[in-house]
């Protein structure tokens, strides 16, 4: 990132040193009474854990010190937030504090989303990204950071300095992969051109399930190892349960920059011109034989 604006470098450090904090905090949780609800639900009518609240405070106050950043958009938060007195900052960052929060009591993967837009383009597609990543708190905390010009590039925290170290990069996603990760309890709402894509993935395509419940960890093994994740509409979620610009954008993004894809039930994830901060998305991502096998790309 030598060559970046130091602007950018700064907007980085401070995501990455959230991170931190919250990585640190997750692994003490247990013995701080950190987990469990906060009684309260957010904007999309889901349960607030108190590591979310927590996280999205970290988040919002480290990211409030840099005056690159004029707009933040969270998850945990109803409104997108314009910081007056970083009107001329160049970047809004877009974010899922704690993606995964199910999996948070049971002390399994979570995650950190976020993508970097110019301010002008918070509800611009997708490929209007300048930047794009997410942390995975597993058993070892990591960073992969998609930046066009540099590829996909995967950093390890390292606790004992506290430094995100490069340790490899840039990553290519696998052209086709052995496993693909779904909530099949959703099944019988799915449209029957998903079940019909199910169908192949378990049966002629010989794929093992592999699904943890956090996004992130899923998306990672794909990207990794190849395979597809997907979350398609149902008759809960009719427009998907996962949302547009701090989850299903980022990760596009990232699969895309590292030769794979994501796609709505319709077209390209990137392609989606959002209509509003929290819009959900169906969302099927990973490589390219399994994703063009959905929605062909010449279609
Ligand atoms: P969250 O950001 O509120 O945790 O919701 C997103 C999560 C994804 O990480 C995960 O893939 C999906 O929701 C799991 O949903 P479900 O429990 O319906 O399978
Ligand atoms: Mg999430």
Known sequence: MAGEPVEFRALIRQVTYAAKRVSAELRVAGLQGMLGGTGRTNVQGEAVQQLDAYANGTFVNNLLRSPAISDLVSEEMAEGMHLAQHSRGKYALLFDPIDGSSNLDANLAVGSIFSVRAPRDVLATGRTQIAAGYVMYGPATICVLAIPKYGVNLFTYEPTIGEFMFTRGPLT?????????????????????????????????AHSTRYSGALVGDFHRILVGGGVYL????????????????????LAFIAECAGGRAVSEECDILDIVPAQIHQRTPLIIGSRAEVDRFLPADR
């Not at 086709?176 to 019909?196: I, K, L």
């Open 173 to 205: 996603m696998p052209s086709e992969g052995r496993s693909y990760g779904v909530n099949d309890a959703n099944e019988s709402g799915w449209s029957p051109r998903v079940r019909e894509f199910v169908d192949w993935l378990r049966g002629p395509a």
């Open 231 to 250: 979350y398609p509409g149902d008759s809960r979620y009719p427009a998907g349960k996962l949302r547009l610009l701090y989850e299903g954008c980022p």
